[in-house]
């Protein structure tokens, strides 16, 4: 089952602008986590949110976590054509340790 | 120098044969997890184990089976009674909750 959707799908921005990208969940949790996935590789983990965290900060990224909304937003700021990848978010259910991955946002940043 | 590593890179398998997917860790880490990701979807639960010879059914269970014999070795064997098996296979680990840490991946091709 995915809970996760995310939105957009894909977004087509220029080097230097900010990437908002966002995810809804149905269910209630642990934690909300992103991945980043380039082409044909392994998933990297990005930040982890746990339910009662509002907001978190790393680097350029910043998330937020809304659980009255069952959603949650990755900001990237400045940002760079190496950062051009699918984005994930995955939800860790209070109910199992499984993580719920959603379908993925394709970030392409123009140099 | 730690991490997972999944082989073959790339798996090409014959109608009605049985392939095995080999993930091996050494991060010393609880649990294991297999998914299975189709182009431009996200990730889907095969099976996962949190300890030593114990796994359980993720979402998509059916045509693959698992062992875990030793902490650091989860197999995963895609059988003849998966019938669309063409996919990306990715194994990740980690302490039973929290960030998972994914190995490279392997494509399975069926011819």
């Known amino acids: 089952s995915q809970q996760g959707e995310e939105d957009p799908q894909a977004l087509s921005i220029q080097e230097g602008e900010n990437a908002t990208m966002n995810c809804s969940y149905k269910t209630s949790i642990n934690n909300l986590q992103w991945y980043r996935q380039n082409s044909g590789r392994g998933l990297v983990h990005l930040i982890l949110i746990r339910s009662n965290e509002r907001e978190k900060h790393s680097g350029r990224l910043r998330v937020t976590l809304d659980t009255s909304k069952k959603s949650s937003s990755l900001l990237i700021t400045a940002s760079r054509a190496a950062d051009t990848a699918s984005y994930f978010c995955?939800?860790?259910?209070?109910?199992?340790?499984?993580?719920?991955f959603g379908s993925g946002t394709r970030l392409l940043v123009r140099p | 120098d730690g991490g997972i590593t999944q082989s073959p890179k790339y798996l090409f398998r014959k109608e009605g044969q049985n392939v095995t997917l080999s993930c091996e860790q050494n991060?010393?880490?609880?649990?294991m997890y297999w998914y299975r990701q189709d182009p431009g979807q996200g990730l889907r639960l095969i099976y996962y184990s949190q300890i030593v010879n114990d796994f359980q059914k993720g979402d998509i269970a059916e045509g693959y089976s698992v062992s875990r014999e030793k902490k650091e070795s989860f197999p995963l064997t895609v059988t003849s009674a998966q019938k669309n098996p063409t996919a990306f296979y990715l194994c990740?680990?980690?302490?039973?909750?929290?960030?998972?840490?994914f190995g490279p991946g392997t494509r399975l091709t069926v011819l």
């Open positions: 990740a680990s980690n302490q039973r909750v929290g960030e998972q840490f």
């Open positions: 995955a939800t860790e259910e209070d109910s199992s340790y499984k993580l719920i």
């Open positions: 991060l010393n880490h609880d649990a």
